[in-house]
């Protein structure tokens, strides 16, 4: 386990899109070896570390084992999946990205469409769909592809509405599940890009508390607003039925040592951020993994609007690019790119106490989830089909939803990073 803590592809992006474009006109609508300890937690001593295609769906059932927590200081975990299908195809559109440059048609439309806003998930912090954005920014990546951009600091689930309402055009998304929460009243939205292909929560007792999932039975779980789906299915493979044989309460701040001194037995947290904070305090703690009992899940994912990216296909298409050379450039040198969060958290006033070490390790962590969770052979945030169909059946069968499940909207557009990505496996970017 895990912790303690060209135009070469375009065409198929531009088809998907545009086949986006007629549906929505014809219709209302994360550093050494883990060591695994089957069926029980060993206390960790706590340890400071630094850091286009058209959309294709398949089915898969929940899989899981019994839970058990970590003994190493670290990283990751990661599920497979398969390989989303693209539709390829002609497209009658001028314009591309090549090594020498954004043709003359594609930059036109892509300054056509005037300021562009993207709200970011949690204030500059160095997460993946974040941290990718912030450093394209700060590289002037999306002024090469003609592209005004604004990034605007804020929380993922009050950027939905924004988005559905056109006041802000890109955002970050905790997860596919919460995606799919927000698809409501008549908000649409597709997910571009999937960094994690995992779960990127945890769930941590207290050093003498539970050390295996079943020893929580009956006991209270605090919550920061709610319950993360990966816990609530990690405590269902381990015979916990949400509801019934564990109890909620809520608790405030972000503050993991003040919460694990209330009267609670375990609490969930992000796997890139709350281990951190406790082993640089040198607080000893349980953990248990979600991606070790093999439960589905997603983090990282950049989306917009269904009308949106009907509307403007290239603007999609290349502020996913920069986005992406963001990603390519972050995993090559972590360091410059969390400066520039740090930098950007700062200017914003840092209303939620972030610093370099706790970012540093933050996308240390994501990075190594990130690239764990990848399928071998596909590039690094390309959308997965089957990995949101795993998430959602898992999710429906071990009761996240109590009161009903959304329905899947199958709310993505694989293809779209794929297509930005040479045969090299590196984004397609003008030399110069």
């Known amino acids: 386990m895990i912790s303690v803590n060209r135009r070469i592809g375009s065409a198929s992006a531009i088809v998907a899109l545009g086949l986006l474009a007629a549906a929505c006109g014809s219709s209302a609508t994360k550093a050494s070896t883990s060591t695994t300890v089957a069926g029980a937690a060993t206390t960790v001593a706590a340890t400071a570390t630094t850091g286009g295609g058209a959309a294709a769906s398949t089915s898969a059932g929940s899989t899981g084992s019994s839970g058990s927590t970590d003994t190493t200081t670290a990283t990751t975990s990661a599920g497979t999946a398969g390989t989303a299908k693209t539709t390829a195809g002609t497209t009658g559109a001028a314009g591309g990205v090549t090594m020498t440059g954004i043709s003359d048609a594609e930059c036109a439309a892509n300054k056509a469409v005037g300021k562009i806003t993207y709200l970011s998930s949690f204030d500059f912090s160095a997460s993946a769909s974040i941290i990718d954005v912030v450093t394209a920014k700060e590289k002037g990546y999306f002024d090469k592809m003609c592209l005004d951009v604004d990034l605007k600091p804020s929380f993922s689930t009050a950027n939905y509405p924004l988005v559905a ?20 009243d008549g908000a649409a939205f597709v997910a571009l890009v999937d960094y994690g292909k995992a779960p990127i929560e945890a769930l941590i007792t207290k050093d003498g508390g539970a050390t295996e999932l079943a020893q929580l039975k009956g006991k209270t779980i605090g919550v920061k607003g709610d319950l993360p789906p990966s816990i609530v299915a990690m405590l269902a493979n381990a015979g916990l039925k949400r509801g019934a044989d564990y109890k909620e309460v809520l608790v405030d701040g972000f503050d993991p040592q003040a919460q694990l ?156 990073a794929k297509s930005v990505y040479g045969t090299d496996g590196k984004v397609i970017w003008p030399a110069s």
């Not at 006041?167 to 596919?176: N, V």
């Open 261 to 416: 001194k209330l009267p609670i037995d375990a609490l969930p947290v992000y796997k890139s951020n709350e281990p951190g904070q406790l082993d640089r305090a040198a607080v000893k703690y349980n953990l248990f993994d979600p991606a070790k009992t093999n439960t589905p899940g997603s983090f990282g994912l950049i989306y917009t609007s269904k009308d949106y990216a009907a509307a403007h296909p290239t603007v999609v298409t290349d502020f996913t690019r920069a986005a992406l050379k963001g990603m390519e450039d972050t995993i090559a040198d972590p360091a410059a790119s969390v400066a520039f969060s740090i930098k950007l958290i700062n200017a914003a006033g840092n209303t939620n106490f972030l610093t370099q070490a706790g970012e540093t390790y933050r996308i240390t962590q994501e990075i190594g989830v990130v690239k764990a969770s990848t399928p071998s052979g596909e590039p690094i945030g390309e959308i997965d089909p089957a990995v949101f169909d795993k998430e959602y059946s898992t999710y429906v069968a071990d009761g996240v939803w109590p009161k009903g499940a959304p329905a899947d909207t199958h709310s993505y557009l694989p293809g779209v």
């Open 165 to 184: 309402a056109g006041q802000a055009q890109f955002s970050s998304a905790g997860s596919y599940t919460e995606i799919l929460n927000y698809s409501k």
